[in-house]
């Protein structure tokens, strides 16, 4: 069994900074790529920045020089540190992993969400 359990979140002033922490666990063989999405009360979710087994990350434009992802392979752990937070930041962040396992079953797993809130 695999797991994602994620830390960090909460209340935050405008131009702030939180760093979210999301670590997989269990009997993993891979992680293909790991990344954040949220979702704002009334809007769809979307991603905010994802990495692959590689390196190679992907922000949302709206994040982009604000948010950094990077990844700790020895940890199965990726940190979203975000810097100069908005208002329009708050949302529930969720992390999430395409897993292969040592049973080489793979999984698309989400974490249970974290709240960012952004205000003064």
């Known amino acids: 069994q695999v797991q994602l359990v994620e830390s960090g979140g909460g209340l935050v002033q405008p131009g702030g900074s939180q760093r979210l922490s999301c670590a997989a666990s269990?009997?993993?063989?891979?992680?293909?790529?790991m990344g954040w999405y949220r979702q704002a009360p009334g809007k769809q979710r979307e991603l905010v920045a994802a990495?692959?087994?590689?390196?190679?990350?992907n922000y949302a434009d709206s994040v982009k020089g604000r948010f950094t992802l990077s990844r700790d392979n020895a940890k199965n752990t990726v940190y979203l540190q975000m810097n100069s937070l908005k208002p329009e930041d708050t949302a529930v962040y969720s992390c999430?992993?395409?897993?292969?396992?040592?049973?080489?079953?793979?999984?698309?797993?989400w974490g249970q969400g974290t709240q960012v809130t952004v205000s003064s």
């Open positions: 269990g009997s993993i063989f891979s992680i293909n790529a």
């Open positions: 999430n992993a395409l897993i292969a396992t040592m049973d080489l079953r793979e999984y698309d797993l």
């Open positions: 990495i692959t087994s590689g390196g190679t990350t």
